[in-house]
């Protein structure tokens, strides 16, 4: 099974500061078939489920603010928050899907606001 | 619309089992693959597994093999998770959710909350 794996684990950020989250698969992503990178990044704010951000490495779902932007290469991506907001409280994950159905998610990254 | 609507929370004693249900609409099962994640308290995701109810397969992560069974009723457009054997350790949220496959189309239920206690 691939490996997911997200730091930091907690991340206190100031309102309108940029805030960034790596993770690191245990083997590359990339789908020489499609051409594509399939890692996803979600968002779970508290008492709600899991929310789509990222797909595919950088596309973000429909109605994510541009604020957030995805990036990275083969196992190293990024997830960045330019400007954070109160909203954006929450735990992050990167979940990889490049044997889909089989998915995994990184442990993900609990957001706080300072 | 897609709504992915899970049954309602359940206490269960160590040592029982429990049958979750995610009734779809929206969609047809028949061609997408249902996944189910857990959230215990104060830890991460975990994908327990997933069924293509279109063709009965099923997959089960390593950790829950021998004790999680996947079934889908097409005619019922519903899926279900029976988890057996049950520990402290099952005390979650479980989720079921139409994973996006490329396309950004993600859907999750509202979650289902066991909890295993004496």
């Known amino acids: 099974d691939i490996v997911m794996t997200q730091i930091p684990l907690s991340l206190p950020v100031t309102p309108g500061e940029s805030a960034s989250i790596s993770c690191r698969s245990s083997?590359?992503?990339?789908?020489?078939?499609?051409?594509?990178?399939?890692l996803d990044w979600y968002l779970q704010k508290p008492g709600q489920s899991p929310q789509l951000l990222i797909h595919t490495l950088s596309y973000r779902a429909s109605g994510v603010p541009d604020r957030f932007s995805g990036s990275g290469s083969g196992t190293d991506f990024t997830l960045k928050i330019s400007r954070v907001e109160a909203e954006d409280v929450g735990v992050y994950y990167c979940m990889q899907r490049l044997d889909f159905p089989s998915i995994t998610f990184g442990q993900g990254t609990r957001l706080e606001i300072k | 619309q897609v709504h992915l609507v899970q049954s309602g929370a359940v206490v269960k004693s160590p040592g029982a089992s429990v049958k979750i249900s995610c009734k779809a609409s929206g969609f047809s099962l028949s061609s997408y693959a249902m996944h189910w994640v857990r959230q215990a308290p104060g830890q991460g995701l975990e994908s327990i597994g997933w069924?293509?109810?279109?063709?009965?397969?099923?997959r089960a992560s390593q950790k829950f093999q021998g004790r999680v069974t996947f079934t889908g009723d097409i005619s019922a457009t519903t899926v279900y998770m029976e988890l057996t054997r049950l520990t402290s350790e099952d005390t979650a949220f479980y989720y079921c959710?139409?994973?996006?496959?490329?396309?950004?189309?993600?859907?999750w239920g509202q979650g289902t909350l066991v909890t295993v206690s004496s």
């Open positions: 069924i293509t109810a279109g063709n009965g397969n099923t």
């Open positions: 083997r590359s992503l990339f789908d020489p078939v499609d051409g594509n990178i399939h």
């Open positions: 959710a139409r994973i996006n496959t490329g396309m950004g189309d993600d859907h």
